[in-house]
């Protein structure tokens, strides 16, 4: 266990993760698994089952349910974090709010969470996002203002997430079409492994969904990974971005329905109702990057954090990174010096084999850190990392406790 | 949406720790306005289902569910119409065929009551293994005995054997009979008619954890059930509850309780599906369950499409006023005031009588705040809406002002002059005279076409009619905004031409006057009203007379009498007894006997014998049958299912008797008095 500078910004006290739940990821299309199923049901799930886990803490105890979307309408929309208060039956007194930061929604729930509990303002507090891409196609429902481009704020391709990965290419030209397959074959390799193993019988839970075909059935594993896919599979798809360009589905997170949150408490709330946290809260940034290249903010985001706390890159004993691009992701493993098959890095694979339910996702990477945790006992300190639409970066420094 | 039909669905589930498990969805493809229904095709496709399941080895349990907030509501009654008794025995064993074979899975099978759960929807639940019944569910019950026939699915035979002998004879006898109450959630919970209570939001993920705890051996449910515990006394209170009911008119919940009584007390299941397929023979193409079902029709939908209705805007409400604060203006002040939440003006004359008024409406608003049905700032917030006056100016900008005062022409039409000087030209004038001619008392009027009735019935909290007057050249958006107002109260809106004494009131005379007449015969009191309840009516003429009040009664013959001298005749017994300023008949401070001072009024013919029961009721149906005909011939009705709905939502005769009509049709008496079925086929082609 390395020193770490605490001398920056030491928080008040501790916020300690207790637990995690998310369903099945499905994907977004109309056979999909939760073409049936409301965003806002999918949450009720997630949050119902993590109290169940954790039954020594009384539900109205909770002091905030803040919960991430975004596309905050129609099944996403009024007030997602009290509306599920309220849908989950937690009691009248829980409050809750939404929040946005796109793909960092949830990953900006937990830290706002943390920090209410960190200053002492609150003990119990559920952070978590959903994003049903069926139900809300990315982009469907906003309207960019005009003055984006006719201002040349951002280049046109800033809100193309798939333009922004091939600039991502051009900005990095080591990064190549073959490594980035060869990444993403590593990720569907993984998920399948750690399937196989029953590493997210950790944190994924069954769930009863809708279809009006099928009527009601049941769903207990992930619908996007495509075990069995090989280079040759690889390689043979096209970008739908640029002609000749290098992004392609295969190396690319999907379109996806998914929801779950996590459970993070107080010392004070650890001790009142017996609860055996798995890790804290250390540290997080949010950074800023070219809106164009948005893939590149994981890299400014953890030598940010890193530099903070006094860490190098080797201290970190797992890190999970979102796999929005294999290109964003072979970037980050190419800037810290780190092999395409690093081990430690994504050990359970990633968005590229999983799927990307935006707001999401970051609950997801937490989950996957606490489980690394219990599972390797020996390590300390993980790392979450996120690029972010309009060009931003987030990570959260995670320690063992 | 005649294709629409409810089909079985299946899914399969690879639990990891119960191994396969089948999913089994009824889903009839409709929103959950249209529920799920049983008819052939729906056995077919469970058939189907059973079928597809009998070629899976692995399969180690069920789940049987509903669709969003239905389960099921049992068999299609549309499909009742008509049918004859093999048909009926053949529809009981087709389902007893299919369901015993659901039962007879051979792994744990588990119904997830995941909304309402009515009639063979509750039967085939009875039929799995176990059941869980979610907090959301709108009702479990079993209805059928409400319409003259009795689950026929098995269902007389297992819940007594899965809930016990009394709560299988409330959900299927009491509840039915009584007003055809529905279990909650909780109480079905508690009856045993389900073995777990799952909150909603979690209901199907628990309901399936469960199942698969049940097929691990992780967790049993233990039923023990005793059938024949506190039998005798459920039977002997059941019939007593349906003799005071239907006083034998319908067979129904007698033959449900021998099949309880069977199964209760061990008889064979196969020969009690049996049992129950002989019952439905009998019962459903008699004449109570073919009524029953028309009658069904006739409030559930026909009624709530409001037919009558205009096809006009209705005026917007923003505030509405009564004239007339005594006892009735108070109950209609209260009722608008709870159900439309507007500002409401009470005027009268009397500010004693305001004061009463005030008091009336004020404690109907506590009493609600002590149940908890409403919180006290509400109930402040709606006594503070209330303006209670003598003077015009306050209702000056109402759009709905409804008179309640003393029944006399000459001071309603004083009243809607004056309304009309402080009214704007739209808004609407209704009279709740149960009597007088609507058009005349508007037609001093500067603008009558304003003028409606609008006829409620005393308790107005509970009785569900309100008649709709319409009078000549009213304007359309007077009437649509009538109705919009009763259906926003929450009542029964039916319409009826401006004739003296409108539909319910004017039939009631017709027929309680043969009671009186059976009086100077030397009938009695009691044997009179006894007589007349055998057909199955809640009360008898002079229990009525009681209740609406003898002077009103008489007022609405008088009225009667003069309009129609032929057929209407006022009795000197019936005068007699009318102003002895008793309060009724009976004496319930005495054990209901006949005040003796009203057995020395009635004066019997010289000579006369008294008539027999039958007799009675055939003289009181020959004349209602003569005046609905009549209603029919001069347009006081333009349709005999709007008397129906009358009579069955004002004057409470029971669904067995489809209303008057329906009855007097099947009895032939319409037939042989008027010369004519008064329900004409053409009326059930537009149903």
Redesign the interface.
Known sequence: MPELNDTIRAPIGDAFYVDGVRLPIGRAKDTGYYAGTRADDLS??AI??LL?RNPSVPADRIDDVVWAATAQVGDQGLTLGRSLAI???LGNQVPGYALDRMCAGALTAIVNAGNAIRVGAQDLVLAGGVEHMGHHPMGAEVDPNPRFLSDKLVDGSALVMGNTAENLHDEFPAVTRERCDEYALGSQERVGKAQADGVF?DHV????V?S???????V?VDEHPRPGTTMDDLVKLRSPFRPGGYVTAGNAAGLNDGAGGVLLASKAAVEEYGLTPTMRIRDYTFVGVAPETMGSGPIPATEKLLGRAGLSIGDLDVIDMNEAFAVQCVAFLDHFGLPLDAPNVNPYGGAIAMGHPLAFSGARLAMQVATYFKRNPDAQLGLTTMCVGLGMGAAILWERV | MTDAYTQF???Y????TAGR?A?????N?QDYKKPNTFGAQALGSLSDALDELATQTDVKGLLL?G??FIFAVGADLTQFTGMDAEGARAGGRGGHEVFARLMDLPFPTLAAINGACMGGGLEIALHCDYRTVSTGAAAVAFPEVFLSILPGWGGTQLAPRIAGAQNAVDAIVVNALNNNKVMKPREAFERGFADRLI?S??F??ES?ALLERLVTGDETIAREVDPTAGLDEALANARAFADAKVHGATRAPYLALELIEFAARGGDLAEGREREADALAELLPADQAQASVYAFDLVQSRAKKQPWRPDAQPRRLGKVAVVGAGLMGAQLGSLHLQRLELPLVMKDIDEGVLGRCREHIEGELDKLVAKGRIKPGKAEFLKGLVTYTTSYEDVRGADWVIEAVLERMDLKQAIFADLEEVLDEGAILATNTSSLSVGEMASKLAHPERVLGFHFFNPVAILPLVEVIRPEGVADEAMATAFDVAKKLKKTGVQCADRPAFIVNRLLSRFNGTAVQALRRGNDFKQIDEAIKGLGLPMGPFELFGLVGLKVAFHTAETLAEAYPDRFVIDDNFAAIANSDLPGVYDWSAGGEVYAQVRELVEVDEGATPLTDDEIRRMALEAAADECGRMLDDGTVADARDIDTGMIMGAGFPFFMGGLCKHLDQTGISQAVVGRTLITAEDHAQS
């Open positions: 009720v799930r119902r089952a169940e849908l989950a039956g019988d839970v069954p769930a009863t809708w009006a075909e099928a009527g009601w059935q049941v207990r | 669905k299946l899914t589930d690879a639990s990891p498990l999913v089994l969805t009824m889903d493809g569910t669709k969003h909150d939001a979690v199907l993920d399936l």
